[in-house]
């Protein structure tokens, strides 16, 4: 059975930093894409960040230049850095790892940025 576990969450002032980490547990192989979502109260989960296992990075525009993902494929894990935050930042952040057709989610963590 696949798990993702996430890590990092946390409540910090605007302009702080926080870095989220997800790691899988069980058998999962050749990961195609691993990615960050997030959703706040009454908003629709959006993207936040993708990493292709060649290493392509995709961010949406309003966390350009502040959050960086990566990941590391020996350990099945995906990072989230996220520099600068902002209140608008505050939100429940979903990891996803897509394998073939199917995608896992994991159980969320809730990341909230004060002014």
């Known amino acids: 059975q696949v798990q993702l576990v996430e890590s990092g969450e946390g409540l910090v002032r605007a302009a702080g930093s926080l870095r989220l980490s997800c790691a899988a547990s069980g058998s999962i192989w050749r990961v195609a894409v691993r990615s960050w979502y997030r959703q706040a109260p009454g908003k629709q989960r959006e993207l936040v960040a993708a990493i292709t296992s060649g290493g392509i990075t995709n961010y949406a525009d309003s966390v350009k230049g502040r959050f960086t993902i990566s990941q590391d494929n020996t350990k099945n894990t995906v990072f989230l850095q996220m520099n600068s935050l902002e209140p608008e930042d505050t939100a429940v952040y979903y990891c996803?790892?897509?394998?073939?057709?199917?995608?896992?989610w994991g159980q969320g963590t809730q990341v909230t940025v004060s002014s």
């Open positions: 996803r790892f897509v394998v073939g057709a199917n995608g896992y």
